[in-house]
């Protein structure tokens, strides 16, 4: 209808109308806002028309129009923004108050919609057995599920409190509360820095890890790892200020797993290793911390003991304490002399310690980078102290945002590996009869409705939709105009830290992907379709996760290089997710073989000229400030006699087919011959093709097919831009060789062809502005033919020229 088109120019008077809109919006917030803190307070009252609002979301439980799942004559109970069905009226369970009298803790009590005349909020009577609808981390004490709709038949809820607003009790707003996420540090002995009492997947207990073990840039930032829940053990008020000596447990955010202490030693417990398996222990008698996801386990509570004498049991407890961590045992916590392995991330990591901190030298640099494990010990000396220090609530909700994305993930890859899929080479196999017979079996084994095409349809979408997600927030675009410029990198940083990046490459290696790119019975069926659109859209998140941030590109070349270039050549876009592995990244371009550079070449003569595989040899270069020439020269001699592989000949005029002041590129086309093509014909394009970034494009194989002129134009654009980096550095084999290329292929790098599209208004900008770069860099930009000496005193001569005083008027 009237709707506006996507890139269409809106008029003044629509203009003005969003803009009186969005206006109306935010004001109708604030007063909203003003409304709400207005009756912070006041008593809640039965017959009363309420919303409830989660608080980590911020959503408004709502009913809407559809059917309940389990029960179908239910209404549907979301999440949402909030409309009329957002509003209850609160009555009583067991119809004994009477509308107007005070709603008291610990009654039960029934939501009515005042919307939805007779329905209210109700709990299915079966639990809930739908796959999809059960929550993806199901504790193990979670036996059953049920779904909250909206029915005719209420349920009735008991109110229990958790908190106060801070308006009624100011001195809450510089309290720790409880379930306040919280870091804990451990001051080194004799140095100035604190270890922080973190966690991971890979191990099963805790252990403290000193910040020079981390990147530079990391020194002073805290983890995601290395958040830690203080959840209280009494139920009711548990989110009111927490007190010293009260009893509380210490939940790691990431894991979800509980820190407790051994009630005996492993001497004691006969050396079995005790419950939490594998837990490391300690030495001189030191007890064993573990991780646990038992909450009601007795070793997992533990007592907040003051450090100053000035502080009492009972005093609340501000942002930051210094204080004591008791167990339930007696023993305190405290960091032990055994070491802990790091993990893949932290490991990886550790290779910059020695470049990072190079003040750090001898025995005690050494121990300042290693991890201890935590333990307890018992007695309590002034080292135990540790440091409780609240943490943001902005980072706090990043962490969660990324813990639930690796949820969803997580999910996902564990119903891939319940499957018995077959190899990668298996299905590629295909040099005999035998193999082709049996690879065959295979594909049909791989396309059964109950094997991989189930997990794909039941678990995709979500898996798509947190991909998605996850691709927002690491887009720096989101972030340049808002309070946080470096939101992208932090994000990059959490997803390293807490595992994501390992989540999403073994979904890569998980799924034999390749046979879905060349295999046609495969490539063309609905699971193919769902297969290469994960795969592109997990290279597409790994590329973003590499752009400008070494520690992340440091990462995935160590242990994540061979599943990227496994994918070359298919339509996922590996060749983009290797080159933000290098982009920028010095230390990693000098690391690269001259083996890694042909087949680099290689791709382009294999699978075509793909603006992907020359922009992975354009980074392979290094930038103009720190050249790689090793890399430079071995990719010019390997393209010796052979230049037309990559670049293509090009000319301003061609008598054949009558057209002169214009810029001709004779590309290859699909039979095998050759055509020209006129870049004038692509003045008009849409596409920009000055951006830095290739992926910024996003050309997927559709378009490629649907316009591969447009596709080849791109790639000759990028072609030009490889030779500007083959000349950093003032690279002069290059140049000698670049240039008796064109004079032998017809590449048009002649000054007076550059210098003629330069000035030919009739060409598109972009391919103007690559030929003038490519004529700067070949040109201008190079070393003096020969060497220019100067004086190094000069003499400003008078009118007479006498060799007298008066001749000479002075020196420099």
């Known amino acids: 209808g009237g709707g506006l088109g996507r890139g269409q120019v809106l008029t003044e008077h629509v203009r003005d109308k969003l803009l009186a809109l969005e206006d109306s919006c935010v004001r109708e917030g604030q007063s909203n806002a003003e409304d709400l803190m207005r009756v912070v307070g006041e008593p809640v009252l039965y017959g009363q028309v309420v919303q409830l609002r989660h608080v980590t979301s911020g959503c408004f439980v709502t009913i809407n129009k559809a059917a309940a799942h389990v029960e179908r004559g239910s209404l549907q109970v979301v999440l949402d923004e909030g409309d009329v069905g957002s509003w209850f009226r609160v009555q009583s369970g067991y119809r004994t108050k009477v509308d107007g009298s005070r709603v008291l803790v610990d009654e039960a009590i029934t939501l009515l919609s005042s919307s939805f005349l007779g329905m209210g909020l109700h709990t299915s009577v079966v639990p809930v057995t739908n796959p999809a609808m059960l929550p993806l981390s199901l504790h193990k004490y979670v036996k059953c599920t049920w779904e909250v709709s909206a029915s005719q038949e209420q349920g009735v809820f008991k109110l229990t409190p958790f908190s106060v607003n801070p308006k009624l009790q100011p001195a809450m707003r510089e309290a720790l509360l409880g379930y306040s996420i919280v870091s804990i540090q451990d001051l080194r002995a004799l140095t100035q820095y604190y270890d922080v009492l973190t966690a991971d997947d890979a191990h099963s207990a805790a252990f403290f890890e000193s910040p020079l073990s981390r990147p530079r840039e990391l020194h002073d930032k805290i983890q995601g790892t290395d958040l830690w829940r203080l959840e209280p053990t009494r139920i009711d008020s548990c989110g009111m200020p927490v007190e010293l000596d009260a009893q509380l447990r210490l939940r790691h955010l990431v894991t979800g797993k509980y820190l407790a ?41 533990w007592r907040l003991v003051a450090y100053s004498q000035e502080e009492r049991s009972g005093d609340v407890i501000g942002h930051k304490v210094f204080a004591f961590f008791r167990h339930e045992s007696g023993w305190w916590l405290s960091s032990t002399s055994k070491l802990v392995k790091a993990s893949k991330a932290a490991d990886s990591q550790s290779g910059e310690v020695a470049e990072a901190a ?3 030298s ?4 050494k121990q300042m980078q290693q991890r201890h494990a935590a333990g307890i010990v018992p007695v309590r000396i002034d080292r135990n102290v540790m440091l ?12 969660n945002r990324v813990c639930s994305m690796r949820t969803v993930l997580s999910h996902f890859l564990r119903k891939l590996k319940q499957l018995s899929l077959p190899e990668e080479q298996e299905l590629m196999d295909g040099t005999s009869d035998m193999a082709q017979e049996h690879a065959q079996s295979l594909v049909k084994l791989l396309l059964d409705p109950q094997g991989l095409m189930s997990v794909f349809k039941l678990g995709f979408d979500k898996v798509r939709v947190t991909l998605n997600e996850l691709a927002e927030v690491l887009d720096p675009k989101l972030w340049l105009d808002g309070e946080e410029p470096d939101g992208a990198h932090t994000y990059q940083t959490l997803v390293l830290s807490i595992g994501l990046i390992d989540v999403l490459t073994a979904i890569l290696s998980t799924v034999p992907m390749r046979p879905f790119f060349w295999r046609d019975a495969l490539s ?11 795969g592109q859209l997990i290279h597409r998140l790994l590329a973003m996760l590499c752009r400008d941030n070494e520690i992340v590109q440091s990462f995935v070349a160590e242990h994540h290089l061979t599943t990227i270039t496994n994918h070359l050549g298919g339509p996922v876009k590996a060749a983009d997710t290797l080159a933000a592995v290098y982009e920028h990244n010095t230390t990693l371009v000098q690391t690269i073989t001259n083996d890694t550079l042909m087949e680099a070449v290689g791709l382009i003569r294999k699978y075509g000229h793909r603006p992907h595989f020359v922009n992975f040899l354009l980074n ?18 390997e393209l010796e006699g052979c230049a037309t592989d990559i670049w293509f000949p090009a000319s301003t ?50 378009l490629m097919q649907l316009e591969p002129r447009l596709g080849l134009y791109v790639y000759y654009i990028f072609s030009l831009e490889l030779i500007c980096a083959l000349q950093y550095g003032r690279n002069g084999l290059a140049r000698t060789s670049l240039l008796a290329a064109s004079e032998r292929f017809g590449l048009g790098l002649e000054f007076a062809t550059l210098n003629s599209a330069v000035r030919n208004p009739k060409l598109p900008y972009s391919l103007r502005r690559a030929l003038l770069n490519v004529l700067v860099a070949l040109y201008i930009d190079v070393n003096p033919y020969q060497p220019v000496f100067l004086p190094r005193q000069t003499r400003l001569m008078g009118g007479g020229g006498g060799s007298g005083g008066a001749g000479r008027r002075g020196s420099a």
């Not at 409780?388 to 962490?399: A, E, G």
């Not at 063309?524 to 994960?534: H, I, Q, R, T, Y």
């Not at 392979?620 to 071995?634: A, I």
């Open 261 to 301: 202490g051994r009630a005996q030693s492993a001497d004691a417990r006969g050396g079995d290793g005790g419950r939490g398996g594998g837990g490391v222990g300690g030495a001189g008698g030191d007890r064993e911390t573990y991780l646990t996801e038992e909450y009601n386990d007795p070793n997992c509570v």
């Open 358 to 360: 190079p003040d750090q």
């Open 362 to 365: 001898g025995t005690l640099g």
């Open 388 to 399: 409780i220090r609240s943490i943001d609530d902005t980072f706090v909700q990043k962490v």
């Open 524 to 534: 063309a069926s609905p699971l193919g379709k769902l297969v290469v659109s994960c």
């Open 620 to 637: 392979l270069c290094g930038t103009s400030e720190r050249p790689v020439p090793k890399n430079q020269n071995w990719l010019i001699m």
């Open 653 to 702: 005029s061609s008598r054949a087919l009558g057209l002169s002041d214009t810029f001709l590129i004779t590309v290859p086309t699909p039979s095998g011959g050759h055509t020209t093509l006129d870049c004038a014909a692509f003045r008009e394009c849409k596409d920009d093709a000055t951006k830095a970034t290739i992926w910024e494009w996003d050309y997927s194989q559709t």
